[in-house]
């Protein structure tokens, strides 16, 4: 169902239900660009930290538009054995709505825009009919707006007390107004025009009379057909002044909701506290998060907290798909190739349909990119992929909860793009830490190309190259035992430095300790290190003022088990027993469950900090 | 005429016949933005010095992208007395041409993209279908590259002399290769098609073939329908070896020109050196030579040479409305309410006919901002200003040309959007220096609000406030003698501080002397300064690598009288007065000339640095 900004309004409730009947959601967005920095290859260096790539995303990524947001909700249906898929496309864009309102600016990056072009998408859509939003911070502003508008009116805030300075060139102005108004009182008129004039004139007409005339008289601004304001004053009594106050705050109120917009959609998904599916998805939940919460933390791990306060279960297909037991079964993960793997055996493709009043996708003739189909393919891969782990145990269960254990291995562990060793960002403690004892730290003249590395390295055998820019690469030998070769071979040399990982970590952390001493003599730095995070507010989903990010306030929700963040850990062995009957597995399902082992071991070493290196996990290529 | 990727190549001619025929031409773009600032404001401060503006412009503006470029041609038809039109619409952008092209990045501003999107306008047209372009550094380096590879290719470089060292892990998939060659050299086929292989690999393979067979083969790259690229190796005589260069050759410089693209139309318009006119066109000359030319230059006196360079006679439709005559007779000088106001007495709107074969605008029904339909109507406008002008003279002229002395003091001189007494940026001299000796520098607390700041000089009189951020402003007052008033009795103020203009020049002065001192000492700082420009090449419109920016290389074009940029000069009187008819008025045009000749004098002020105030022009708070 596509959605924009005439028919957001009448359509919110039908979004609502889907997320509150729904067990799962998938989602996915589109962009106006990737990367900011010199080239996307830069922005993904094959030895990059997690802590490095957050970095280089939220700085070259994050001035981007995320501008169309698939959502595609899952309810499996008991009876007819079947998943009820409502799949939304809404298409978003920060209309300003009002003069004083944030005027964003968002980079678009020519190859991304060209791309989306040639697959059809339809900007115009975007930029004439996006839905609008406001983060927390924009929205809390906006309501202290009105507050403060609404105490200057007469009336709502106490009458002022005294005289209002009016500056002299403004006595004789103000003096007619008076004049006009004294008329007015004693005549049978009802309303009394005056004629428009400047901001400035007018907020000393509203403070002289709020003082002068506390009550019998209601003054409020108009705009004439030519966008000229002018204040319009009529005779009330107390009753009639008080619903007219009352009308104009559920106008105001309405219109500030109106400019949320699109982000009462991203709460709703947050506050259901469900599994949320995406394929490939660090960038999607980094994007939605600056968009429609706040601007990103400096540190990633404040990120981290961030994301599992907004977000309580992440699942990414993309990383699902490179691990045991599929990443020996699956050799291409961008996701319209494994939607594809995922319809043949082994897999079993899982039975959905489209709710009544929804337009159903054919996955046979694609649509990739429109956010909604992406959204609603990413679904049906977990699906296939969870429903395959089902199937290895003895019996195979048809139908994997989003609640089992199977997949609870994958949850909160996105992704990263190109990582050689380091397959995802831990959401839930520390990251990998692979030895990287076999890497090098080249830096070497600008003119140099990928040849001129093969050729120094080619007495090393077999070498892997990442660039990181024009002048620096890391290079991955087969044996560790080369590097020291390397390293002392390198000593004369004049044009190139060879230095190991550890030594180019050490000495990168020396100069960020000088650099961090630098900065936080400066008041600047300082001062941008306390983002302005909001305070609580009335409605459910924001960040509590206490901490930096303090606990999510979750409005509970009847549809889930616990109330609880992490409900999966109250679960009991029985309880998963009879989800998934894999306590006891018979003999014929032992090769199946060994696998299953594996799967477990491989990802629980990012539980603790792994002092070995990773598991190698194949990162194909492709996005 | 809309102009767009697909009918570009096609039409390219009728633009160039146009452009070749015309007397003059309008010109409009349109922008994804207009500030990147804090706000449109704080750009334009009423007390900007030309260089501070041209600065904030520069700093602020040039991120966006100006995508759609209106251009409008006018010919007289001496028989039938009237001006033949050919408008065109082009639809630019900056599509990436291959792998290894630019791949720009561009803001938008939501609130440029709103009204855009309100008025009609078609982002999808501009995205899938824009035009692409190339500056002169980016079609330099494009040059390069081509010239290199058809070096490396076999045949048209030096064959290599030496054998390449080939990396290890690479030796047995080149002998494999050599192997496969020298059986092909033995049998009757008379092409080989090797497997797909890296870039690196099929550099290797290149190198050990131009050097192992100089003659006797042809290899070239082909990508399979997977896009994967093989070497194909093919056995040719001398003839059809360079048969097939040739071929090539040409394909490659139409691949060219394709990627050089709109900005060929530019060159077009500047090579032809003729009238350029536009409306509030600072910003249009400024984006049309950042983009399609060079970046800026950091200096403002460098961007005046290398826009005079560029377009050797511009008109600003807006300047011309706001001097007098106009002044007088014009209140509004948007360009929509210009268009209507020139239709009415004393003004006599033009007689014009859109060429055969292209659509003609109807006035009535307004297409504004349509960049095409805004362009057609600067040329309107600008007829009829410009015949007014004629209408003053004794006996009246009915038709003024473009070179008529008539009109010469509006060339080069571009309107400055709401600077208070500096009407406008001369590009041929140094700009106005209104004393401003009635003006203070106020800085007070970030709380202060406009009538704060009334309060403060509330008794001085009237006064006018001009923002300059958060913390500052400028008040003018209307008698310079209260300004020393005004600075004694602020000496004791703890909140707010004043200072004279004059002082405030001063010290902004000495902080960028300062400022300087310290960059000098960066190298990198000194590096920046040097911009990369463009070597003398082969086409006409480019500029000379002897200074930081060299005459303009113009091709003499026979439909102009003489072959210097600034033909007027060399106009004798006699055909002065034939053109004109103005050297003598007569008794009854007396008053008329006398008009002109204030015209004149006012706008004579900026030949040479003005000491005391310039006239006051009415800037209107419009676009």
Redesign the interface.
């Known amino acids: 169902m596509e959605i924009i900004r005439s028919n957001f309004k009448i359509n919110l409730h039908k979004v609502y239900q889907a997320i509150e009947e729904a067990d799962f959601f998938a989602i996915d967005g589109e962009f106006?660009?990737i990367s900011?920095g010199p080239?996307v290859t830069a922005l993904t260096s094959g030895f990059d930290t997690p802590e490095e790539r957050y970095q280089k995303l939220k700085k070259h990524s994050m001035d981007f538009?995320l501008f169309q947001f698939g959502l595609c909700t899952f309810k499996y249906d008991h009876i007819d054995s079947k998943h009820i898929t409502k799949s939304f496309n809404f298409y978003v864009?920060?209309?300003?709505f009002s003069r004083s309102s944030p005027?964003?600016?968002?980079?678009?990056?020519?190859?991304s825009?060209?791309f989306?072009?040639?697959q059809g998408f339809?900007?115009?859509k975007?930029?004439?009919s996006g839905i609008p939003y406001l983060n927390q911070e924009e929205e809390r502003q906006l309501r202290e707006q009105l507050d403060e508008k609404r105490a200057q009116a007469n009336g709502a805030g106490a009458p002022t007390k005294c005289p209002v300075?009016i500056?002299?060139?403004?006595r004789k102005f103000i003096d007619q107004v008076i004049e006009k108004i004294e008329d007015f009182l004693q005549n049978e008129e009802k309303s009394l025009d005056l004629e428009p004039c400047t901001g400035?004139q007018r907020?000393?007409i509203y403070q002289t009379l709020s003082w002068k005339y506390p009550k019998g008289i209601h003054v409020e601004t108009l705009e004439t057909e030519k966008k000229e304001r002018h204040i319009v004053i009529s005779k009330v009594d107390e009753e009639e002044r008080k619903r007219r106050e009352q009308e104009k705050y559920a106008k105001e109120q309405e219109e500030l909701n109106d400019a949320v917009g699109f982000s009462r959609v991203i709460h709703a998904i947050a506050n259901s506290g469900k599994l949320v599916v995406g394929h490939n998805m660090l960038l999607d939940v980094m994007h939605t998060i600056h968009q429609f919460y706040c601007p990103l933390p400096a540190d990633l791990n404040e990120f981290k907290e961030m994301t599992t306060c907004v977000f309580p279960r992440l699942l990414d297909t993309k990383l699902m798909a490179s691990t045991q037991p599929f990443k020996d079964i699956i050799n291409n993960t961008s996701l319209a190739e494994l939607e594809k793997r995922l319809k043949e055996t082994p897999f079993d493709p899982p039975k959905v349909e489209s709710a009544e009043g929804f337009p159903s996708y054919d996955t046979a003739s694609e649509q990739l990119h429109e956010a909604g189909y992406d959204a609603y393919i990413t679904g049906l891969c977990f699906l296939s992929m969870a429903n395959y782990l089902g199937s290895l145990l003895g019996p195979p269960k048809v139908c994997v909860s989003t609640r089992s254990k199977l997949i609870e291995p994958f949850f909160n562990k996105l992704f990263l793009m190109r990582v050689m060793d380091i397959p995802y960002l831990n959401l839930e403690g520390p990251d990998l830490q692979p030895k990287r004892d076999h890497v090098l730290h080249v830096t070497f003249p600008k003119e140099w190309k990928?040849?001129d590395l093969?050729?120094l390295f080619?007495?090393f055998?077999?070498i892997q190259i990442s660039w990181i820019d024009d002048t620096s690469a890391f290079v991955s030998l087969s044996q560790p035992e080369q590097v020291q070769i390397a390293v002392n071979t390198s000593k004369y040399a004049e044009s190139y430095r060879i230095q190991t990982y550890a030594e180019y970590v050490g000495r990168k952390r020396e100069d960020k300790q000088v650099k961090r001493k630098w900065t936080e003599d400066s008041w600047k730095e300082v001062d941008r290190k306390q983002p302005n995070m909001p305070g609580p507010r009335s409605h459910t989903n924001s960040f509590t003022a206490t901490g930096m990010i303090g606990k999510r306030n979750l409005s509970p929700d009847p549809g889930e088990s616990g109330s609880e963040d992490r409900e999966l850990e109250g679960i009991s062995d029985s309880e998963l027993e009879q989800i998934d009957s894999c306590a006891d597995p018979l003999p014929e399902g032992r090769k199946k469950a060994k696998k299953l082992k594996r799967m477990k071991k491989e990802l629980s070493l990012a539980g603790t900090v792994a002092d070995g290196p990773a598991v190698l996990f194949e990162v194909p290529d492709t996005w």
């Open positions: 106006s660009g900011d080239s538009l864009f920060p209309k300003p005027d964003v600016k968002f980079v678009c990056q020519s190859s825009i060209d989306l072009a040639s339809d900007f115009n975007v930029f004439c300075t500056p002299e060139d403004q400035f907020k000393l990928t040849s093969y050729q080619s007495a055998g077999n």
